[in-house]
């Protein structure tokens, strides 16, 4: 059986950087950007006035109070370059460009206006109250690096530069497949039925990572059903599809006969982990890539975190994740010759040192330990001194 690393190596030879397309500012929200971002203009890109006030010529020194000069008219925001030709003094607004040759902005609370003469009530230090062009951001110099997921700072920053549209990685197309006879929607259940939890819970994954989803199926624990939306979803142009149960040992365990009939490449079946043992993956030459997750919600779990994930940050170009090494506030002792996914919290101790806790009562099937944790701590083996820890929510990761 393959160990994780292996397995996640396979995987990864088979999840190419999808193309570059270009989107509009207002719809690149939660994108990826695929390239570096220089700055096309210095932010600033004039000197302006930091201060409502007037724009004083003070020449070498500082000023002292009760200097007076005369006023020789009124630079608004957004006025252009007006020159005031032997003139030492203009009334000038927060955000106007500053005229050239004058050097310091006086704040209207440290002087008194008289008709067209202003007088300093305070000495007034030179070059006070002026945004430098440049003081932001210089021109060529670098803005956004590619990779980042464009929030709201980045818009503010991009739409700052006079930058309308971003170049971010596509999204990939994604169709999830959930099997299973005894799954239900909300609502009463039949006899020995369930609700379908690893469904909603990939589709919430997958709207917070950003990807395309084309559609979510749901299947009877027949290999002719899921061979049906196995075709569907490639008629669709899918890059990925994303499958849960049915992948184990027993006799409706059809995904693996089914996309073999159906002329996939395997390229693992089960690895040493747990949870998660029975995962499967395979690739349709020139189609899309299948990851078949196991049925129980905390392997779809960590199939999704340990598997998906670096699929989808490939296919998005992303370099792989790198886990915080944590120390262990307590032993925990696993079955050894696995790899070990565990929930756990990472929280300050007493002295304020990062330390990790393994959640308690977890098993492969237990849902609840799932809502009480922020982390997933790794390790292979036994759990010693310290181990790997990991974001529950891979989109908050960097
Ligand atoms: N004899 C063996 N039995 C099992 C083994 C094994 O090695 N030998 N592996 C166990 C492990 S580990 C796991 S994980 C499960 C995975 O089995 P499948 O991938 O075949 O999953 P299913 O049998 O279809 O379902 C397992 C379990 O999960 C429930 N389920 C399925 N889909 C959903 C869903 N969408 N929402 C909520 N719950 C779901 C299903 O009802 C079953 O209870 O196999 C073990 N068995
Ligand atoms: O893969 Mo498992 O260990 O039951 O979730
Ligand atoms: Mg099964």
Redesign the pocket.
Known sequence: MLTYAEALATLLKEAHPLETERVGLSSSLGRILAAYVSSPLSLPSFDNAAMDGFAIRAGAGDIPSGTAFTIAGMQAAGDGTTAYPGADACEIATGARVPDGFDTVVPVERCERMGDIVRLTQAEPRGQNIRRAGGDIATGAPALTAGRRIDAAAIMLLAALGIGDVPVARRPRVVII???S??HDSGPLPEGG??????P?LEAMLASWGVDLLARH?VP?TGDAFAHAVREAMHAGVDLIIT???????R??F?PSALAALGARECFH?VAI?????ILAARFDGGPLVL?????????AVGHRFFLTPVLRAMAGLAPEKPLRVRLAEGHDVRPGLQHFALGRVEADAEGRQVARVQRNQA??RIVPFTQANTWLTADGSFGEVVDAWPLDPAAAT
């Open positions: 959930n099997t299973g005894e799954l369930i609700h379908d939890s690893n469904g819970f749901r624990d849960t149960g049915a992948v184990s040992a027993g409706f365990d995904v089960k747990r949870p998660g043992k029975p078949g997750l196991p049925g129980n919600p905390i392997a779809v492969a099937y």
